[in-house]
């Protein structure tokens, strides 16, 4: 099973990108996710996050202006940034919880796993 994140990149001020988190590997599904952010000198931050029946939360400073949404038929999940500011400059990494399959090579069966996967970060910056 892989997670990749995409879609950072720079952007000026009021501007938008979308980011992409993207599961992939035999049999998966993706279950609950979270868009994290790391700036320079900060901890890691969750900043929007979607379930598996596709409720979401935000934090505070991305309230209605940014959006999580999920195509469950490709295993994807977006993060719609608008408005962005300078403060949203960050390292943006996404975190999901997958089911997946795996053919056992002792029994020679499937075996159902739940894990918790990281993507790789993608760097948005907004210049003022």
């Known amino acids: 099973v892989q997670l990749q994140a995409s879609g950072g990149g720079l952007v000026q001020a009021g501007g938008s990108l979308r980011l992409t988190c993207a599961a992939s590997g035999s049999r998966v599904s993706i279950n609950a996710v979270g868009w994290y952010r790391q700036a320079p000198g900060r901890e890691r931050e969750l900043v929007a996050a979607i379930s598996s029946d596709g409720s979401t939360n935000y934090e505070d400073s991305v309230k209605g202006r940014f959006t999580i949404s999920r195509d469950n038929a490709k295993n994807t999940v977006y993060l719609q940034m608008n408005s962005l500011k300078p403060e949203d400059t960050a390292v943006y990494y996404c975190?999901?919880?997958?089911?997946?399959?795996?053919?056992?090579?002792?029994?020679?069966?499937?075996?159902?796993?739940?894990?918790?996967?990281w993507g790789q970060g993608t760097l948005v910056t907004v210049s003022s």
């Open positions: 975190n999901a919880e997958i089911d997946s399959t795996y053919l056992s090579s002792t029994t020679y069966e499937w075996v159902a796993q739940r894990a918790d996967y």
